[in-house]
């Protein structure tokens, strides 16, 4: 099975992305013999957001979506292994790392087990082995504008979900980030980061670690070798 990872909010440009996950999901309810369910976890206190990120799954996709509201009093579904997909929203990926962390262990177990993941934004961020968290400025100089730095000045990097071994960013296009990206490659504890651009997912199997694009935009791989930092672009195979 896959992760899904956003490189920013929900799009109608993302059919691909959804039938993907969406396909993965029945093909897990079908084996486990158990009930479609797909787990929506954003930090909201109440349900009225869910829909944002499950308005554009496919027409006859009928799951059971269950909220998990990661503001206040957190309840998961239990176990976990019976959930059919994870979507993890976008916002403060600080918060949204801290609220994951102790389920870290759990969300591993489910990837690896078949369970399809799909984040967006904060969501695809904190799947990494050392996540990128937020932060504008490196060494007194700006890497990125202060806009997309989620509350932070500096540069911050912290242990992830390491569901993945590379570290992610987002809204590579939008928030001008390649800049912040090439910085954690070249300084950071990961020599390797994946930037991803708004309207496209870098689909990468659970197993193999094998990837794909899916989407209008570019992921950027940027790798440290060295004094330098090497980058190539990568868009979806049409």
Known sequence: MSLFLVGGPPSDKLSDVYARFAEEAVMRSGQAGQPLR?????????????????QYLPEGFEAEIVPVLLEGETVWPEPLANISGIIVGGGPTGQYLQSLMPKRAELLAAVTRDIPYLGFSAGAMVTSKYALVGGWQADGRQVCPESGADGLESVTVEPGLALIGVTVETHCDTDCALGRAEHVARTGRSSSVVAIDEDTALVVDAITGRANVLGTGCVFWLSRHSDRV??????AKR
């Open 230 to 235: 090497e980058i190539r672009a990568e868009r």
């Open 38 to 54: 797909v787990a929506v976890a954003i930090l909201s206190d109440g349900p009225q957001d869910v829909g944002a990120y499950t």
